[in-house]
C-alpha cells in the first residue's frame, strides 16, 4: 500500500473515531435528558430486596391519562410472576396456551419482543390462581426461577438453555404450601439461598453453578409460607419470616443466629425490609407488625403491634418511614422507630401493591387495577397522577386480583395482569 494510501486510511480511522465519539456523547447527553440515571431490576423488590429504585429523572407527574404505554404483551398465559430485568432483557414466568406447563420467557425490554421461553414443569392449580407466583432471579449470565409446583431452574440468560435443574419437593423432602411455592430465590455470592420446607431442610443453601448443597437448615419452623428471604450485615446473616418466627441464618454455614417469635396465621407474605440495625416484619389475617434491632449476631425485640398489618402487597422503608398498605387501615406512613402512625388513607385507592421511585410510591390498586403516583413524604397522601390498566385478563381466577407487584426499571413502569405484560414510559422528556 503506498504512503498516501496509508494516509488516507488514518485519517479516516481518526474521524471515524472521532464520529462514533460524538455520537456516543450525543447518545449519552440525550439519555441524560432524557431520564437521568437508569437502574436494572434484576430480582424481587430490586437490586437490594426493599422496592426501592435509584433511578432519577423520571415523570413528576402524569398526564390526565397516565404514561405514555409502549407495548403489551398479551400471551403470557396465568400467574402472579413479577418481571426482572438487566442487560435489555426481561424474564419472566407464566404458562403455556393450554395452562398445562409453566414457562419461563425472556423479552427484550425495550420493544417486549419474544426472545425464547423454556418450559419449568407442570402447572401450580389453585383457586385463586393457576400458574407461578415467584420473580425469577439474575446473576450474570444466568437466570435462577422456582415455579409455583417447587421446580428450581438454572437457565443460561442469553439462550435460555437449562444449565441445571432440582425439585424442592423431590430433591429435599419439602412440603409444598396451599397456595404453592412464591419465594424468590436469593443469590448472594456462590450460593443460591431458597426454603424447601422439609424437616432437616426448612432452608438450604446450593452452588449457584450446579445446584450441590452446601448447607441445609433444619432448626426453625419448616413450613415454608410465602415471604422471600433478604441478607443483612453486621455480621452477614439470612433473615427468614415464617408462620411463627423471624429467624437469622449464619451466612456459610445456616446455623441459627437468632430467632424473634411472630404472631404469623394462614399466610405470611410480605418481605422483611432492613435499615439502620432494624427488621421490620407485617403480615395480614390480623397478625400485625414488628420490630427487631439486631446488633453484634443477637436480635431483640423492639415493640409489636397492629398498626400495620399488610397482607402481600409489600411496605418499604424510606427515611425512617414504612409506607404500604394496611388491612382495615388503608394506606399509610409508619414511624419506623416508634411504630405509630405518621398518617393514612383509606378511600383514595384500595388495597394494592406499592414501590418507589424517585420521590414517587407507585401505588397499584388489586382490584380495578387503578395506578396511581402518589407523593412518598410524611405529609399526608397526595396524587400526581391515576390511569386503570386496559385490556384487563378475561382468565384471571374469580377469587384472584391483580396482585403482581409494579416494577420501574430504565425509565419504564411494568405491570401485569396474568396474560397482559404492560410496559409504561415513565421517563421525564
Known amino acids: 500500500m503506498s504512503r498516501l494510501a496509508w494516509m488516507l486510511l488514518a485519517v479516516g480511522s481518526i474521524l471515524s473515531c472521532g464520529f462514533v465519539a460524538c455520537a456516543a456523547d450525543r447518545e449519552r447527553d440525550a439519555t441524560s435528558r432524557r431520564g437521568g440515571a437508569k437502574a436494572d431490576w434484576p430480582q424481587w423488590r430490586g437490586p437490594r430486596r426493599d422496592d426501592i429504585s435509584g433511578e432519577t429523572g423520571l415523570l413528576k407527574k402524569w398526564p390526565d391519562r397516565g404514561p405514555v404505554r409502549r407495548w403489551l404483551v398479551e400471551d403470557l398465559g396465568k400467574g402472579y410472576s413479577g418481571p426482572a430485568i438487566a442487560e435489555g432483557r426481561l424474564y419472566i414466568m407464566g404458562t403455556d396456551g393450554q395452562f398445562k406447563n409453566e414457562l419461563l420467557f425472556c423479552f427484550n425490554a425495550e420493544t417486549g ?17 393457576d400458574g407461578p407466583r415467584a420473580t425469577p432471579t439474575i446473576d450474570g449470565d444466568r437466570v435462577y426461577t422456582l415455579g409455583g409446583q417447587g421446580v428450581l431452574l438454572c437457565v443460561d440468560a442469553a439462550s435460555g438453555k437449562t444449565i441445571w435443574k432440582k425439585h424442592l419437593v423431590e430433591d429435599f423432602g419439602g412440603r409444598r404450601p396451599n397456595w404453592g411455592y412464591t419465594e424468590s430465590v436469593l443469590i448472594d455470592g456462590e450460593q443460591l439461598v431458597c426454603s424447601p420446607g422439609a424437616g432437616d431442610a426448612a432452608v438450604v443453601a446450593l452452588n449457584k453453578h450446579t445446584g450441590a448443597t452446601i448447607w441445609s437448615c433444619g432448626e426453625m419452623e419448616k413450613a415454608v409460607h410465602y415471604s422471600s428471604i433478604i ?3 453486621s455480621p452477614p446473616t439470612y433473615v427468614k419470616l415464617t408462620v411463627s418466627e423471624v429467624v437469622g441464618l449464619d451466612t456459610q454455614t445456616g446455623d441459627v443466629r437468632w430467632r424473634v417469635e411472630f404472631p404469623g396465621r394462614t399466610a405470611v407474605i410480605p418481605t422483611p425490609v432492613y435499615g439502620d440495625g432494624h427488621i421490620f416484619v407485617t403480615a395480614g389475617y390480623g397478625a400485625g407488625c414488628k420490630l427487631i434491632r439486631v446488633e453484634g449476631g443477637r436480635a431483640k425485640e423492639v415493640y409489636a403491634n397492629k398498626n ?47 414501590t418507589y421511585a424517585d420521590g414517587r410510591l407507585y401505588c397499584l390498586g388489586e382490584r380495578r387495577g387503578t395506578v396511581v403516583l402518589a407523593g412518598a413524604s410524611p405529609d399526608g397522601w397526595k396524587e400526581f397522577g391515576r390511569f386503570v390498566l386496559e385490556p384487563q385478563s378475561k382468565i384471571r381466577s374469580p377469587s384472584g386480583r391483580i396482585w403482581t407487584h409494579p416494577v420501574v426499571s430504565n425509565g419504564k413502569l411494568y405491570l401485569r395482569d396474568q396474560e397482559y405484560l404492560y410496559c409504561y414510559d415513565v421517563a421525564a422528556p
Open 231 to 233: 441478607r443483612i450485615e
Open 113 to 129: 419482543r419474544k426472545l425464547w421461553s423454556v418450559p419449568i414443569g407442570e402447572m401450580l392449580q389453585n383457586r385463586w390462581g
Open 308 to 354: 400495620m398489618k399488610n397482607h402481600h402487597g409489600g411496605v418499604l422503608l424510606l427515611d425512617g418511614r414504612i409506607y404500604g398498605y394496611s388491612d382495615g387501615g388503608g394506606w399509610m406512613c409508619l414511624d419506623l422507630q416508634s411504630g405509630d402512625i405518621v398518617w393514612k388513607e383509606r378511600k383514595a385507592l384500595p388495597k394494592g401493591a406499592v
